[in-house]
T-cell receptor, first 117, second 110 residues
């Protein structure tokens, strides 16, 4: 079974530029997550999709960040314009999305390391 | 704001010893608790989950949960240098959402 795919793996941009990240979840997984992980911190959820609908985007800085999952499979996360504090690893994860009050394992992709200069 | 607290470490233990990692959480309604391991430069991977009070064992790993004290821990027996990593505690926040702590860095020295 192929894992979660992400690209690019690394990106260096200057502040005020725009950048986009791509994620392809595990086949059949209904739920897709984008996390931001700043060095020395745990992953922080930015947005959660269930199929192509947004479940939670309460921590997404909507003035500069946007995300979509148009066909309920692949997803893109965009930052425009980037700030220095956006330097982080952006992790995509997916889960089956089955109703489970107790357990729903999230599988993580390799992440995209963004450096904003 | 729901919070998950972990000691950042580093926690240094000798090879073969027991490593004890601790986590507290603020939301008393949390139902499920997860331990992820993250090697430097890699993405998190699930080690264990627990949702009932008490202990749950899986090989060298034991997760312990005390909902009354809002406390969850991970014990690693017979620690190996390959266990050196950051261990992330995560708590379910509803709708299959996870809230992560900052992680505890574990260093196992020969």
């Amino acid at each position: 079974e192929a894992g979660v795919a992400q690209s690019p793996r690394y990106k260096i941009i200057e502040k005020r530029q725009s950048v986009a990240f791509w994620c392809n979840p595990i086949s059949g997984h209904a739920t897709l997550y984008w996390y931001q992980q700043i060095l020395g911190q745990g992953p922080k959820l930015l947005i959660q999709f269930q199929n192509n609908g947004v479940v939670d985007d309460s921590q997404l800085p909507k003035d500069r960040f946007s995300a979509e999952r148009l066909k309920g499979v692949d997803s893109t996360l965009k930052i425009q314009p980037a700030k220095l504090e956006d330097s982080a690893v952006y992790l995509c994860a997916s889960s089956s999305g089955l109703e489970s009050p107790q357990y729903n394992e999230q599988f993580f992709g390799p992440g995209t390391r963004l450096t904003v200069l | 704001q729901k919070e998950v607290e972990q000691n950042s470490g580093p926690l240094s233990v000798p090879e073969g010893a027991i490593a004890s990692l601790n986590c507290t959480y603020s939301d008393r309604g949390s139902q499920s608790f997860f331990w992820y391991r993250q090697y430097s430069g890699k993405s998190p991977e699930l080690i264990m989950f627990i949702y009932s009070n008490g202990d749950k064992e899986d090989g060298r790993f034991t997760a312990q949960l005390n909902k009354a004290s809002q406390y969850v821990s991970l014990l690693i027996r017979d620690s190996q240098p390959s266990d050196s990593a950051t261990y992330l505690c995560a708590v379910s926040g509803g709708y299959n959402k996870l809230i992560f702590g900052a992680g505890t860095r574990l260093a196992v020295h020969p």
